[in-house]
Nanobody
């Protein structure tokens, strides 16, 4: 059974940093793209970043480019999102997902709040 569990969210001041983690199980981690998506209060889903299982290809939304870094640890089956220079508009629930055998699996999400 595919499972994704996010952690690492919290309350942080503008300009601060957080590292989110997404621990995956139930599939061969290195064979798939892992994606971070966020949903701000009252807004739709926004794609943030993704990375291939080998870790060689990364992509970022323009809104986070240069501030967020996605990485992967295949030994731990975990994908990370290092977030720096956080802004109030980064406040959202952050989800990781994976498209595994034509089905999209999601974690439960982790809340990130950027506020002074």
């Amino acid at each position: 059974e595919v499972q994704l569990v996010e952690s690492g969210g919290g309350l942080v001041q503008p300009g601060g940093s957080l590292r989110l983690s997404c621990a995956a199980s139930g599939f061969t981690f290195s064979n798939y793209y892992m994606t971070w998506v966020r949903q701000a209060p009252g807004q739709g889903l926004e794609w943030v970043s993704d990375i291939n299982g080998g870790g060689g290809t990364t992509r970022y939304a323009d809104s986070v480019k240069g501030r967020f870094t996605i990485s992967i640890d295949n030994a731990k089956n975990t994908v990370y999102l290092q977030m720096s220079s956080l802004k109030p508009e980064d406040t959202a629930v952050y989800y990781c997902n994976v498209d595994y055998i034509q089905r999209l699996y999601w974690g439960q999400g982790t809340q990130v709040t950027v506020s002074s």
